[in-house]
């Protein structure tokens, strides 16, 4: 029983993991990563909680501790199959170019992987992502408290 309650709560310490599926030649994506290596890199040098009062100027974000992972490759289905939750039926051609569904948008993945839409960030842990580099959506999603 205890095995099988572990696995529902997070354990302490341990970080969100923030997927960027990145396209190292395009000037949107690289945006994108240097935005959340930043963000990343901010976490490490903020004051701590107990510090927090004598450092007025600590950036507001709620959630900043976080792994960065830098996939340059495509979404798993599995993994893509999640994004379309996260995002919203209505967002699947901004992920993969031409679909209107999931079926379709994995069929074309399957056929054409440049169909896929790069940069495209995910916060698995909380259930999230943005497709595109839209800056204020990305730092509202690092915003996100982690679940409790």
Do not use: C
């Not at 959506?137 to 915003?143: P, V």
């Amino acid at each position: 029983m205890f095995s099988a309650l572990k696995g529902l709560f997070k354990e302490a310490g341990v970080k969100d993991v923030i997927t960027l599926f990145h396209a190292p030649n395009s000037p949107a994506s690289i945006r994108v990563h240097t935005l959340l290596k930043q963000t990343a890199g901010a976490a490490n040098s903020t004051a701590t909680i107990d510090q927090a009062s004598s450092h007025p100027q600590q950036s507001k974000v709620g959630r900043t501790d976080f792994e960065l992972d830098v996939q340059e490759g495509v979404p798993t289905s599995d993994q893509l199959t999640n994004i379309f939750e996260y995002l919203g039926q209505d967002k699947i051609g901004s992920v993969v170019e031409g679909a209107s569904s999931t079926t379709e948008a994995l069929r074309k993945l399957k056929d054409n992987g440049a169909l896929f839409q790069r940069p495209l960030v995910v916060d698995w842990g909380n259930g999230r992502a943005v497709s595109g580099d839209n800056e204020s959506e990305i730092l509202k999603l690092l915003q996100t408290p982690p679940k409790a």
